[in-house]
């Protein structure tokens, strides 16, 4: 026997000890404008990420969830400014409980509310936030100031190092005033 299927809204709210009962899946698309955090970070050009997450119950009876996040988000390069494409594809398995009395040091938990709901899209987003790199950047992007040399455009020169420095020589003509001075 197959696992129920359903598709749902991932804002509503769901009722975690009955969804295990039944094994049942949820399937849905992440859509980033919905999710405010998540806004801020991902650009509104990004497609929908694809969601799966299984309902279960294990052996003592425990609540079990496993959410598959996969897709592509498009983020901005920290380096370059420009758009570039961040692949996502996580599969975390979660203990759901009550009470945080009952967690483990060793294992990802969600905490039901009073009432034995879990908000699911507070989850993906979070797991989502989580994926992206905290600085966004193209892999053989250049770095600011630096410029690849035209005969070999596998090495870069620093173009900060040949800029002209007024002051560089203030320290040398102080200390050779002062030191004149002294003679006098």
């Not at 598709?7 to 009962?21: E, G, M, P, Q, T």
């Not at 309902?55 to 400014?81: E, K, M, T």
Request: with cysteine; proline share 4%.
């Amino acid at each position: 026997m197959s696992a129920p299927e359903h598709r749902s809204d991932l804002n509503a709210r769901i009722d975690a000890r009955r969804w295990a009962d039944r094994g049942s899946i949820l399937k849905t698309s992440v859509h980033f404008d919905r999710m405010q955090r998540l806004a801020t970070v991902v650009d509104a050009s990004s497609q929908p990420c694809q969601v799966e997450i299984q309902f279960s119950l294990d052996p003592h009876q425990q609540i079990r969830a496993r959410l598959h996040v996969q897709g592509i988000l498009r983020l901005s390069c920290q380096r370059c400014l420009e758009l570039m494409d961040w692949a996502v594809d996580e599969t975390i398995d979660f203990r759901v409980m009550q009470d945080e009395a009952q967690v483990r040091d060793d294992e990802d938990y969600l905490l039901m509310d009073e009432e034995g709901c879990l908000m699911l899209a507070d989850v993906v987003e979070d797991e989502l936030l989580l994926s992206v790199p905290m600085i966004p950047r193209h892999e053989h992007c250049t770095l600011a100031g630096l410029v690849a040399k035209p005969d070999d455009p596998g090495q870069f020169r620093d173009h900060a190092s040949e800029r002209v420095r007024p002051f560089a020589g203030l320290g040398a003509l102080l200390s050779e005033n002062l030191s004149e001075k002294k003679d006098t």
